[in-house]
């Protein structure tokens, strides 16, 4: 079992930056990615970014140039670090670990989410 924490959401101006931190604990070994989805109300919950153990980094068109994600090893914690926040990006943030079993199976832990609202 992996569990998740999350911290860092809360309510910005457009324009502003937030740093969200998801720190695992628990049985984190083979993990192979772990990532950021957010959910906006009616719609479908989306990759934000990812970063495998390797360190290779993958973000959504949406929020290139504007996110980053980054990992601690030493403190099993990974950020998303948000600049140049726009309205749009209000959601629920999830944290997720992926531990894969193959092409087509995974394990996948889920952090409880947090609300990052962009807002004048």
């Known amino acids: 079992q992996v569990q998740l924490v999350e911290s860092g959401g809360g309510l910005v101006q457009p324009g502003g930056s937030l740093r969200l931190s998801c720190a695992a604990s628990?049985?984190?070994?083979?993990?192979?990615?772990m990532g950021w989805y957010r959910q906006a109300p009616g719609k479908q919950r989306e990759l934000v970014a990812s970063?495998?153990?390797?360190?290779?980094?993958n973000y959504a068109d949406s929020v290139k140039g504007r996110f980053t994600v980054s990992r601690d090893n030493a403190k099993n914690t990974v950020y998303l670090q948000m600049n140049s926040l726009k309205t749009e990006d209000t959601a629920v943030y999830y944290c997720?670990?992926?531990?894969?079993?193959?092409?087509?199976?995974?394990?996948?832990?889920w952090g409880q989410g947090t609300q990052v609202t962009v807002s004048s």
């Open positions: 997720n670990a992926a531990r894969f079993l193959g092409p087509v199976s995974s394990t996948n832990y």
């Open positions: 628990g049985i984190i070994f083979s993990i192979n990615i």
């Open positions: 970063i495998s153990n390797g360190g290779s980094t």
